[in-house]
């Protein structure tokens, strides 16, 4: 058990130091009685023969004000909150995972992208430019070292690399089961666009004389099993709209799909894209889900990353969902929160940790082919270097995937080997 020392115990603190063990790999306990023996201080003063790391003053207020970011060194590397105080940690630890875990500067920003997303140009990790580096795995890595140097009786394992492929399955099928009505739409489209070639595919779909393009889930069930790589998928179940296109909940179909890969995959609900905005909406999806799996849904994403904290996790665990898989950037890979570990929600409005557990994914496919407009080729090169950086950080590397990007169909022809050279 690693025992940390404040002179102050507040909900803030003892958020922060949870988290730090949870980043660690270890259990960790605030305490704020100094006759312990503590392995690391929040500020300069505490038990002898702690580490030392720089005072705090995020930790010991209940205000939320935007904050001005110093940046500074802790040898490579770059950390906030610097001290001049004479301290083991040239910095402010436990507060500056504060700042980015608990997505303070998402509070204090009120500008909105067109789909009412938090943009991350306000990051102050992206202007630095140190999006792609999970800043605090490398920090808690570097305490590790620190801590194993100090006290040699404690064990902490760095944690291992792992690999989790997840995928948000908007469009369940390209042509068939979206009911006659919106089959007919689709060949209205098709003309009016001149576009035979998609006519005579939906045509030859429908007619059972090709495979639905977007039905890739035996080639990528196969593939991932003899990899031994467990998968996610998260299922849009709304009401059909400007921007919730799936197959109707209701199609036996999807439910059928559903139902089979929930055998050997945990399933989620992927909640549609005013589902941010309405709670019963959010529900009602959710339990779209719970009825056709049998058992309660516990995990979701949101469809187009829209959500507002803390309203949208709020929800969320009023709906029962235990883990959300919406933290990161739509238009840049990188780590939105600073890890590419999964850690607590705290609500920064009522200064409270809750229960849901946030997951966040490093990268999106639709990031790499349409807000960076990468080839293939360089697509895979991006993510090769984003999984050199996590394996020597010993981080995990959630992907945001879709069926549509694996089909080689339409936009996505000649991307199906992006995925396949992340995974191998
Ligand atoms: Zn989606």
Redesign the pocket.
């Known amino acids: 058990m690693l025992k940390i020392y404040s002179l102050k115990s507040t909900p803030r603190a003892g958020y922060a130091v949870r988290e730090l063990g949870r980043l660690l790999g270890c259990a960790a306990m605030l305490t704020t009685d100094a006759g312990q023996m503590c392995h690391l201080t929040i500020g300069p003063e505490g038990p002898t023969g702690a580490l030392t790391s720089g005072p705090s003053t995020i930790l010991f207020t209940t205000e939320v004000q935007p904050i001005i970011i110093e940046w500074s060194r802790w040898d490579d590397l770059p950390v906030i909150f610097p001290t001049s105080a004479k301290t083991d940690l040239p910095f402010d630890l436990l507060g500056a995972l504060f700042f980015f875990l608990s997505r303070h500067e998402e509070y204090t920003s009120y500008e909105r992208d067109n789909h009412g997303r938090f943009p991350a140009h306000l990051c102050t990790m992206v202007q630095e430019g140190l999006e792609e580096m999970p800043l605090l795995d490398l920090w808690t890595n570097k305490l590790r070292t620190l801590l194993k140097h100090r006290f040699p009786d404690l064990t902490i394992e760095k944690p291992r690399f792992e690999l989790v492929p997840t995928f948000?399955i908007?469009s369940a099928f390209a042509y068939t089961n979206k009911g006659p009505v919106r089959t007919i739409g689709g060949f209205a489209r098709d003309f009016f666009k001149l576009d035979f070639k998609n006519a005579c595919n939906r045509w030859a779909v429908l007619r059972g004389k090709k495979p639905d393009p977007y039905n890739i889930y035996e080639w990528l069930e196969g593939k991932l099993e003899t990899a031994g790589v467990a998968r996610l998928y998260?299922f849009?179940l709304a009401d059909f709209g400007s921007f919730d296109k799936n197959v109707p909940h209701r199609s036996p179909e999807l439910r059928s799909l559903i139902r089979h890969l929930a055998k050997k995959n945990r399933v989620g609900i992927?909640p549609g894209y005013l589902s941010s905005e309405n709670d019963d909406i959010m529900h009602s999806e959710v339990k779209r889900l719970t009825d056709i799996i049998g058992h309660p849904a516990c995990i979701s994403?949101q469809?187009?990353l829209r959500m507002d904290l803390p309203e949208t996790y709020e929800s969320l665990i009023k709906c029962g969902i235990t883990e959300d898989y919406t933290m990161g950037f739509a238009d840049r890979p990188g780590f939105r929160a600073g890890t590419s570990r999964p850690f607590g929600f705290f609500n920064l409005k009522t200064n409270e940790a809750r229960s849901l557990i946030v997951v966040p994914f490093v990268c999106m496919d639709a990031t790499l082919r349409f807000y960076m407009c990468l080839s293939p080729e360089e697509a895979s090169e991006k993510l090769r270097k984003m999984r050199h950086t996590l394996e020597k950080a010993g981080g995990r590397m959630v992907l945001l995937w879709?069926n549509e990007s694996l089909s080689e169909h339409g936009p996505w022809a000649g991307w199906r080997k992006v995925f396949e050279s992340a995974v191998d």
């Open positions: 948000d908007d998260f849009l992927h994403r469809h187009y879709h």
